[in-house]
C-alpha cells in the first residue's frame, strides 16, 4: 500500500483543504505544506525500503479492477521511477512555500490544486497499466491549467489554452495506440490486456511497431519538449505563477523523457533503434537552438524556459544511444535539471516579487544589496552549467560518454550546448548581479527572509550533494536501466568487465569506455 498511500495522501489532503473556510488562508498553507510534507517523507520510506541490488519492479500493487477489458489498478517502482517520484515529493512543498506571500487570493483553491497535481504525477511514475498510467496523463493536464489560468500573468489564457493544445493533441494519438496495442495482445494470445509487463513481453511485427512508436513518441516528445514541438513551453513558463514554473520544469517535463525510457523504446524496440539517429539529430539541434535563443532573450524567466529545451536535449541524446552510461546520464540529469531549473525559477520569483519585473535590463549591482541571494543564484547558476563538483555535471558527462558510443559526431556538436550555456548563464548573472546599481528602485530590495532561506537551502544542498556523493542515486538505478538498454537491444550487454583479463593490457581507454557503455 506503500505507493497507493503516496498518491491519496496530497489528493485526501486536497480535498480536506477544500473543506475549510474561505478566510482560513493560513490554516489552509499550513495544511497543504503539512500534508506535502507528510508526502515526502513518505516517499523517503519508501526510498529506505527499496532493494538497491534488484532491477524488477518493486512494491508492487495490483488489484482486478475492469477485467472484461483486461483493465487492472497496477502500480510499482523500479530504480529509475524511484527518483522522479522523490524529486515530485521533494519539489512540492518547496513550490507551496514559495507562495506563501505571493499568491493571496483564492489560496483554498490554489492549495487544492497544487496537492492534486502532486497526487496525479506521483500516478505517472508509478503506473503500470496503460489505461491506469494514461488516466493520470491526463489528469495532471487539469490542475495545471488552473494553476496557469487564475494565478499566472497577463497573457495566462493564451499560454494555458496553447499548453492544453499542444498536451492533448499528442494524447489522443498516444490513447489510439493505447487501445490498439492493448487489442493487438487479444489477436495474438486471445486475451486483451493493458498491463504494461504483459505488453513488454508481445512480439509486434516490425510495420505496426513503426505506427504505433511514433504515436507514442509525438506525445512524449511534446511533453519534453523535444524541438520543434517546444514552442507552448516559453509561454507557459513566462506566464506560469512561480509554483508553477518550479513543478512544470522540475517534474512536468520529466514526464516526457520518462515516457520514452518506460514506453517508446522497451514496448517498441526495433521501430526504436531504427528511428533513436533521428531522435538524436533532433535532440541536438533543440540543444544549441535553445541555448542560442535563451543568449538573447531579455525575460529571465524565457531565458530559463528556453535552458530547459536546451538542457533535456541532452538527456533525449542519452535515451537515443541507449546504454548503460547514457541511459543513468539521462536519468540523472533528469533530476538534477529538476533540481537547478526549480531552483532558477525560485531566485527568478524572488527577484520578481520584490521588483515585479522580470526584466534583465530592470536589474544590475544587486550583490551590494542583496549578497546572501546572490550567492545562492551562483550556486545554482553553477549547477545549472555542469560546474565539476555540481550535480549538472554528472548527468551530461555520462551522457557524452554514452552518446559518443553512438553517435561520436552528434556528440561533438552536443558538447557546443555546454559551452553555450556558460555563456547565457553567466552573461545574464552579470547583468543581474553585478556592475553600478544605477536603478534607484533596486537600492532598498531586501535580502532572503527565513522562509526564502527554507526555500532555496534545500535545493542548494540537493544541487551540491548530487554532485559530491552521485553513486547515491546512480547505484539504485543502475540494474533497472541496464536490464531496459538488454530488453531494447535484445541481445546481452557487453562490459567493462566483460573483457577477458589478458586482453585489458592491449585494449585502449575508449575500448573500455565503449565496453561499459554497451
Same mark, same amino acid.
Given at each position: 500500500?506503500?505507493?497507493?498511500?503516496?498518491?491519496?495522501?496530497?489528493?485526501?489532503?486536497?480535498?480536506?483543504?477544500?473543506?475549510?473556510?474561505?478566510?482560513?488562508?493560513?490554516?489552509?498553507?499550513?495544511?497543504?505544506?503539512?500534508?506535502?510534507?507528510?508526502?515526502?517523507?513518505?516517499?523517503?520510506?519508501?526510498?529506505?525500503?527499496?532493494?538497491?541490488?534488484?532491477?524488477?519492479?518493486?512494491?508492487?500493487?495490483?488489484?482486478?479492477?475492469?477485467?472484461?477489458?483486461?483493465?487492472?489498478?497496477?502500480?510499482?517502482?523500479?530504480?529509475?521511477?524511484?527518483?522522479?517520484?522523490?524529486?515530485?515529493?521533494?519539489?512540492?512543498?518547496?513550490?507551496?512555500?514559495?507562495?506563501?506571500?505571493?499568491?493571496?487570493?483564492?489560496?483554498?483553491?490554489?492549495?487544492?490544486?497544487?496537492?492534486?497535481?502532486?497526487?496525479?504525477?506521483?500516478?505517472?511514475?508509478?503506473?503500470?497499466?496503460?489505461?491506469?498510467?494514461?488516466?493520470?496523463?491526463?489528469?495532471?493536464?487539469?490542475?495545471?491549467?488552473?494553476?496557469?489560468?487564475?494565478?499566472?500573468?497577463?497573457?495566462?489564457?493564451?499560454?494555458?489554452?496553447?499548453?492544453?493544445?499542444?498536451?492533448?493533441?499528442?494524447?489522443?494519438?498516444?490513447?489510439?495506440?493505447?487501445?490498439?496495442?492493448?487489442?493487438?495482445?487479444?489477436?495474438?494470445?486471445?486475451?486483451?490486456?493493458?498491463?504494461?509487463?504483459?505488453?513488454?513481453?508481445?512480439?509486434?511485427?516490425?510495420?505496426?511497431?513503426?505506427?504505433?512508436?511514433?504515436?507514442?513518441?509525438?506525445?512524449?516528445?511534446?511533453?519534453?519538449?523535444?524541438?520543434?514541438?517546444?514552442?507552448?513551453?516559453?509561454?507557459?513558463?513566462?506566464?506560469?505563477?512561480?509554483?508553477?514554473?518550479?513543478?512544470?520544469?522540475?517534474?512536468?517535463?520529466?514526464?516526457?523523457?520518462?515516457?520514452?525510457?518506460?514506453?517508446?523504446?522497451?514496448?517498441?524496440?526495433?521501430?526504436?533503434?531504427?528511428?533513436?539517429?533521428?531522435?538524436?539529430?533532433?535532440?541536438?539541434?533543440?540543444?544549441?537552438?535553445?541555448?542560442?535563443?535563451?543568449?538573447?532573450?531579455?525575460?529571465?524567466?524565457?531565458?530559463?524556459?528556453?535552458?530547459?529545451?536546451?538542457?533535456?536535449?541532452?538527456?533525449?541524446?542519452?535515451?537515443?544511444?541507449?546504454?548503460?552510461?547514457?541511459?543513468?546520464?539521462?536519468?540523472?540529469?533528469?533530476?538534477?535539471?529538476?533540481?537547478?531549473?526549480?531552483?532558477?525559477?525560485?531566485?527568478?520569483?524572488?527577484?520578481?516579487?520584490?521588483?515585479?519585473?522580470?526584466?534583465? %535590463? /530592470? +536589474?544590475? @549591482? *544587486?550583490? &551590494? $544589496?542583496?549578497?546572501?541571494? #546572490?550567492?545562492?543564484?551562483?550556486?545554482?547558476? !553553477?549547477?545549472?552549467?555542469?560546474?565539476?563538483?555540481?550535480?549538472?555535471?554528472?548527468?551530461?558527462?555520462?551522457?557524452?560518454?554514452?552518446?559518443? %558510443? /553512438? +553517435?561520436? @559526431? *552528434?556528440? &561533438? $556538436?552536443?558538447?557546443?550546448? #555546454?559551452?553555450?550555456?556558460?555563456?547565457?548563464? !553567466?552573461?545574464?548573472?552579470?547583468?543581474?548581479?553585478?556592475?553600478?546599481?544605477?536603478?534607484?528602485?533596486?537600492?532598498?530590495?531586501?535580502?532572503?527572509?527565513?522562509?526564502?532561506?527554507?526555500?532555496?537551502?534545500?535545493?542548494?544542498?540537493?544541487?551540491?550533494?548530487?554532485?559530491?556523493?552521485?553513486?547515491?542515486?546512480?547505484?539504485?538505478?543502475?540494474?533497472?536501466?541496464?536490464?531496459?538498454?538488454?530488453?531494447?537491444?535484445?541481445?546481452?550487454?557487453?562490459?567493462?568487465?566483460?573483457?577477458?583479463?589478458?586482453?585489458?593490457?592491449?585494449?585502449?581507454?575508449?575500448?573500455?569506455?565503449?565496453?561499459?557503455?554497451?
Amino acid at each position: 500500500m506503500a505507493l497507493t498511500l503516496l498518491v491519496l495522501l496530497p489528493v485526501v489532503g486536497g480535498l480536506l483543504v477544500l473543506l475549510l473556510g474561505r478566510d482560513r488562508d493560513r490554516l489552509v498553507r499550513q495544511v497543504a505544506l503539512g500534508i506535502s510534507l507528510i508526502t515526502f517523507v513518505a516517499s523517503l520510506f519508501v526510498w529506505f525500503g527499496f532493494d538497491a541490488a534488484q532491477a524488477d519492479f518493486q512494491f508492487v500493487e495490483r488489484y482486478t479492477w475492469l477485467p472484461d477489458f483486461g483493465i487492472s489498478y497496477h502500480v510499482g517502482l523500479d530504480g529509475i521511477t524511484l527518483w522522479l517520484v522523490v524529486l515530485t515529493t521533494f519539489l512540492t512543498p518547496i513550490a507551496l512555500l514559495c507562495s506563501w506571500e505571493s499568491v493571496d487570493q483564492r489560496v483554498r483553491e490554489f492549495s487544492f490544486f497544487m496537492l492534486l497535481l502532486e497526487g496525479a504525477m506521483i500516478g505517472v511514475f508509478i503506473s503500470l497499466d496503460l489505461f491506469l498510467f494514461y488516466l493520470f496523463w491526463d489528469a495532471m493536464l487539469i490542475p495545471m491549467y488552473f494553476l496557469i489560468g487564475i494565478w499566472g500573468y497577463e497573457q495566462r489564457i493564451y499560454a494555458t489554452v496553447k499548453f492544453m493544445l499542444y498536451t492533448m493533441a499528442g494524447s489522443v494519438l498516444m490513447l489510439l495506440a493505447i487501445i490498439w496495442i492493448a487489442y493487438y495482445h487479444q489477436t495474438v494470445t486471445g486475451v486483451i490486456s493493458f498491463d504494461l509487463l504483459d505488453l513488454y513481453a508481445l512480439q509486434i511485427p516490425a510495420s505496426l511497431q513503426t505506427w504505433l512508436f511514433l504515436a507514442f513518441t509525438l506525445a512524449f516528445a511534446i511533453k519534453v519538449p523535444l524541438f520543434p514541438f517546444h514552442t507552448w513551453l516559453p509561454d507557459a513558463h513566462v506566464q506560469a505563477p512561480t509554483a508553477g514554473s518550479v513543478i512544470l520544469a522540475g517534474v512536468m517535463l520529466k514526464m516526457g523523457t520518462y515516457g520514452l525510457l518506460r514506453f517508446s523504446f522497451p514496448l517498441f524496440p526495433e521501430a526504436a533503434m531504427q528511428f533513436a539517429p533521428y531522435l538524436a539529430v533532433l535532440a541536438v539541434i533543440g540543444i544549441v537552438y535553445g541555448a542560442l535563443v535563451a543568449m538573447v532573450q531579455p525575460d529571465m524567466k524565457k531565458l530559463v524556459a528556453y535552458s530547459s529545451v536546451s538542457h533535456l536535449g541532452f538527456v533525449v541524446l542519452g535515451i537515443c544511444a541507449m546504454n548503460v552510461i547514457g541511459v543513468q546520464g539521462a536519468v540523472f540529469q533528469m533530476l538534477a535539471h529538476g533540481v537547478s531549473t526549480g531552483g532558477l525559477f525560485l531566485i527568478v520569483g524572488m527577484l520578481s516579487e520584490r521588483r515585479h519585473t522580470k526584466l534583465i %535590463a /530592470e +536589474y544590475g @549591482g *544587486l550583490k &551590494a $544589496v542583496m549578497p546572501k541571494l #546572490v550567492g545562492m543564484f551562483l550556486l545554482i547558476t !553553477l549547477a545549472s552549467i555542469a560546474l565539476p563538483g555540481m550535480n549538472g555535471f554528472v548527468g551530461e558527462f555520462f551522457i557524452f560518454v554514452g552518446s559518443f %558510443a /553512438e +553517435y561520436p @559526431g *552528434l556528440t &561533438a $556538436v552536443a558538447v557546443s550546448g #555546454v559551452i553555450l550555456s556558460a555563456v547565457y548563464m !553567466l552573461w545574464m548573472f552579470q547583468r543581474v548581479n553585478y556592475g553600478p546599481l544605477t536603478n534607484p528602485k533596486n537600492k532598498g530590495l531586501r535580502d532572503l527572509s527565513p522562509r526564502e532561506w527554507v526555500v532555496i537551502a534545500p535545493i542548494v544542498a540537493m544541487c551540491i550533494g548530487m554532485g559530491v556523493a552521485p553513486r547515491i542515486f546512480l547505484t539504485p538505478m543502475e540494474p533497472a536501466v541496464r536490464q531496459l538498454v538488454e530488453h531494447v537491444r535484445g541481445v546481452t550487454p557487453v562490459n567493462a568487465a566483460a573483457v577477458p583479463a589478458e586482453d585489458l593490457e592491449t585494449a585502449g581507454p575508449l575500448d573500455v569506455v565503449q565496453g561499459s557503455a554497451r
